[in-house]
């Protein structure tokens, strides 16, 4: 079975797991949507709002600058442990199925993620400005390498099941911060 056909199946399951919690028939879980599209928005669109309240808004609550680049790091590597996401990230999930299929549930996942790169590159952004990362550093590329460094822990993890990956992907963030610093005299 290809991925895609393994994320719908595991869609599928779970929709159908809901539908016996809350009473409902199969039949009737799916009423309440449009089409798969409009289910495959709405998944994503909720995603998302948990996503910003489990990653996002606790980072928030921490220092400006190095240490809230740092809360966002080590809350997205707690995202991808949460049990809720049995598959892994339901974002590298949907990105394999929808790359190449455009349409409403591509350009949700999409712009959810340049979201996510404008507030990786704003924290960056803000540690210039707190004095913690240099002055020259190009902030957007540093979001870029924060969040490859990511999908690479996601591939060696659930992939490779490289029982290394969280640890390789903490040196990779380290030397990463340690490249963006100010330099001390």
């Given at each position: 079975?290809?991925?895609?056909e ?16 809350l ?25 998302t ?45 949907a ?5 190449d299929?455009?349409?409403?549930a ?9 979201d ?6 704003q924290?960056?952004?803000i ?6 990362f ?17 999908l690479?822990?996601h ?5 490779m099941r ?24």
């Open positions: 079975m290809r991925k895609g393994l994320t719908h199946q595991t869609i599928l399951e779970t929709a159908v797991r809901l539908a016996e919690e009473g409902l028939s199969k039949s009737g879980l799916f009423a309440h949507f449009k089409s798969k599209t409009e289910l495959q928005v709405q998944v994503l669109e909720a995603a709002v948990v996503f910003t309240e489990r990653v996002i808004r606790p980072a928030l609550g921490r220092a400006r600058g190095e240490p809230r680049v740092r809360a966002l790091f080590d809350g997205w590597l707690t995202w991808d442990r949460d049990k809720l996401l049995e598959g892994g990230c339901i974002f590298v999930a990105a394999a199925e929808l790359d299929a455009p349409g409403p591509r350009d949700t996942l999409v712009q959810g993620q340049r996510w790169l404008d507030c990786l590159a924290a960056a952004r540690a210039m400005v707190e004095g913690h240099r002055k020259a550093l190009d902030v957007e590329q540093f979001a870029h390498d924060q969040y490859a460094v990511m690479g822990f591939h060696a993890k659930r992939l490289d029982p290394q990956a969280e640890a390789r992907a903490r040196r990779a963030f380290e030397a990463l911060v340690t490249a963006a610093r100010t330099p001390t005299s």
